[in-house]
């Protein structure tokens, strides 16, 4: 083989097998597949190290993280904005889509100061070529908010917008079924009392009551006449699948039983689960397992969700842990996720699709993403 870049000696994991032997990359396109080790010159060898198709993420708040690393500190945006890709990239992300919250209740919180900074610094450090994965906007619209169908037609048009979902976290509905859980989790995360919890809890519960039935409605009609992927998000009931239907979704983020995934798949809309649940063997809300649903068929697609490095450890771990081909468990974290988003470019390892690839050694059962190129060029 003659090409720009050569992997040998590796375990290729393509969309039906595993093949060991070599790859050849030109420019920034897979060009070939063979069998067997190659002799040419420069060619890296990969001893025996996997290599995979980059993984597509499509629903991280990690970013968030970076911008609030601390109770009170808020970071400069653009240098959370790098810091928060060079841990994408290295763990093995080489697609990513920012999930940025718009309609936060908490006006005292990351997520409800950050939206327009993350918006304009992720657009502005990308056209300077600085990142390392490739982002898009992913908006996460709270839809029992007062003002959040005005604030999404300010963004709608964004060049890097290409996938909304609509939520609702009020208690005692879809994530939050379980009060006890909403407790555990809001208490946990922002040391509420008692008290404070009792007023956050009528607060969500009058906003819902005023706002969501109707914004979800417009937020719906806005991202279909713009063509754009749109994901429920925490469908519980038949109920909530069929409205999602109804409005175009056609992605089913995180349902929390196994009614409501088993519908949303036999009805054809794309399930994800979170890679967190994967790796901890259950949901932190005490909802369905990724894994059961993965073992039942009813799982498409892995999000990374709040652990970059859990989508590449999830991925083996269903191969491990249930016996699914690697070839399949892959297409969950990044065929499938390409697939639902419109990017029919990448996510598996062929020819003529780009070149996003990580080289990944399994060391004592943890998969660890030792080189990771996008497009071709070496980011991690």
């Not at 025996?48 to 980059?54: E, S, Y």
């Not at 917008?161 to 079924?177: E, I, K, N, V």
């Not at 922002?190 to 809890?201: K, L």
């Not at 994800?272 to 259950?282: L, T």
Request: hydrophobic share 45%; proline share 5%; charged share 20%.
């Amino acid at each position: 083989m003659s090409a720009e870049l050569i992997l040998t000696n590796a375990r290729i994991v393509t969309a039906d097998a595993v093949v060991k032997g070599s790859l050849a990359i030109h420019g920034d396109t897979i060009a070939a597949i063979d069998a067997g080790p190659s002799m040419a010159p420069g060619a890296i060898d990969c001893a025996g190290d996997f290599v995979t198709p980059g993984l597509v993420e499509m629903h991280t708040d990690n970013l968030e993280k970076h911008v609030g690393p601390r109770p009170g500190v808020r970071w400069p945006m653009p240098a959370a904005v790098l810091a928060h890709d060079a841990q994408i990239a290295g763990s093995g992300i080489t697609t990513v889509f920012d999930a940025i919250t718009v309609g936060e209740v908490r006006q005292d919180g990351v997520r409800a100061t950050m939206l327009h900074d993350a918006v304009a610094a992720i657009a502005a450090v990308q056209g300077e070529g600085a990142l390392r994965a490739e982002h898009f906007l992913h908006l996460r619209c709270e839809v029992a908010h007062a003002t959040i169908v005005d604030t999404v037609e300010g963004l709608i048009d964004h060049p890097l917008l290409r996938l909304m979902s609509l939520m609702d976290h009020t208690p005692g509905q879809r994530q939050f079924a379980s009060i006890e859980k909403y407790y555990e989790y809001y208490q946990g995360k922002f040391g509420y009392t008692e008290a404070e919890m009792a007023a956050y809890i009528a607060q969500k519960t009058d906003l819902n009551r005023r706002y969501a039935d109707g914004n979800r409605k417009a937020l719906a009609a806005m991202g279909r006449a713009r063509g754009l992927p749109q994901a429920s998000h925490d469908d519980g009931t038949p109920e909530h699948v069929d409205e999602a239907i109804e409005l175009g979704m056609t992605i089913a983020e995180f349902p929390t039983t196994d009614e409501a995934a088993a519908l949303a798949h036999r009805r054809g809309m794309a399930v994800v689960m979170g890679a967190p649940n994967v790796v901890r063997g259950g949901s932190h809300s005490g909802n369905i397992s990724a894994r059961d649903q993965a073992a039942l068929g009813q799982l498409d697609i892995l999000s990374s969700d709040y652990a970059p490095v859990s989508l590449l450890h999830a991925a083996f771990l269903l191969h491990d842990a249930i016996g699914m081909a690697l070839p399949e468990a892959f297409a969950k974290v990044s065929r499938n996720p390409a697939e639902a988003l419109g990017l029919g470019d990448r996510g598996e390892i062929a020819p003529g699709k780009r070149a996003d690839l990580v080289r990944v050694r399994v060391i004592d059962g943890m998969p660890v993403a030792r080189q990771v190129w996008r497009a071709g060029e070496r980011v991690a």
